[in-house]
């Protein structure tokens, strides 16, 4: 990346890591050119159909995602997984919908939208309400990361594999 090292106090990166080979080259790039002690704040899809292909190489699990920051040498600050299973189900039968069953003309699709996907989407979200979530099977990840604000903060993360929110 084409930066002095330190030069950012925060990167945002949304739905693009899936579409990077070198994902940990990226990553240590990113954490060298972001200041100690700044955030990242990223998306990566888990379920999700193949896009932008052929550059969709990869879904992270979380545990991956984590393996990888940690490798980087960020620490983790927040993380969450968005969208109950049986939503992520129903949202992928929307999907489905969309791509294979409404036609392929845009105001077509948005005017039958109503009809077809906004239904199902709130049945999704009222089942998921009521029906048990075991968490494993969601659409996105979403992390924020931190560069350690000093060396020591970083070697002792590694370490004790904490950071300072977990004190």
Not at 43 to 65: C, N
Not at 83 to 97: E, G, K, R
Not at 123 to 146: A, E
């Amino acid at each position: 990346i084409p930066f002095d090292d330190d030069s950012f106090d925060s990167v945002f990166t949304s739905e693009v890591f899936e579409h990077v080979f070198n994902l940990p080259e990226v990553l240590k790039e990113l954490h060298r050119v972001l200041r100690p002690g700044g955030h990242m704040l990223m998306t990566l899809p888990f379920v999700w159909e193949e896009h932008e292909v052929p550059y969709d190489f990869a879904r992270y699990t979380s545990f991956a995602i984590e393996h990888l920051m940690k490798e980087a040498g960020f620490e983790i600050v927040d993380s969450r997984r968005t969208t109950p299973f049986v939503a992520t189900v129903l949202q992928m039968w929307n999907a489905y919908v969309c791509q294979y069953l409404l036609p392929r003309s845009l105001t077509l699709k948005i005017l039958l939208n109503p009809v077809f996907i906004a239904p199902v989407t709130i049945l999704g979200l009222l089942l998921s309400r009521i029906l048990p979530d075991s968490g494993t099977l969601y659409h996105n990840n979403v992390y924020v990361v931190r560069k350690p604000a000093s060396k020591s903060d970083e070697s002792s993360a590694d370490i004790t594999g904490s950071s300072d929110k977990d004190n």
